[in-house]
Nanobody, 126 residues
């Protein structure tokens, strides 16, 4: 059974940085993609970034390009989201997600993901 456990959220001032971690367990993830999504109060859950576990290819939503970096540590089964130059509009609960890779998989679509973590709160003050 796949388990995803996020950590690293917190309160930070605008312009600051945080690094989120997602520890994955329960299977081998070599043919998986891992994603980060976020959900602000009253809004839909939205795509932030994704990474193909084996190829290390990455994807980002436009609003975080150049500020956020997704990466993974193969040996630790952990995916990271390094967030720099944080803005108040980045405030949300951040979720880690996993999905098996198939040719038609759309990694920015939350409905494509099978497994989800419990979320970690990120609050950016102005």
């Amino acid at each position: 059974q796949v388990q995803l456990v996020e950590s690293g959220g917190g309160l930070v001032q605008a312009g600051g940085s945080l690094r989120l971690s997602c520890v994955a367990s329960g299977r081998t993830f070599s043919n998986y993609a891992m994603g980060w999504f976020r959900q602000a109060p009253g809004k839909e859950r939205e795509f932030v970034a994704a990474i193909r576990w084996s190829s290390d290819r990455t994807y980002y939503t436009d609003s975080v390009k150049g500020r956020f970096t997704i990466s993974r540590d193969y040996g630790k089964n952990t995916v990271y989201l390094q967030m720099n130059s944080l803005k108040p509009e980045d405030t949300a609960v951040y979720y880690c997600a996993a999905t098996p890779l198939i040719p038609t998989r759309i990694l920015s679509d939350k409905n494509e993901y099978v497994n989800w973590g419990q979320g970690t709160q990120v609050t950016v003050s102005s």
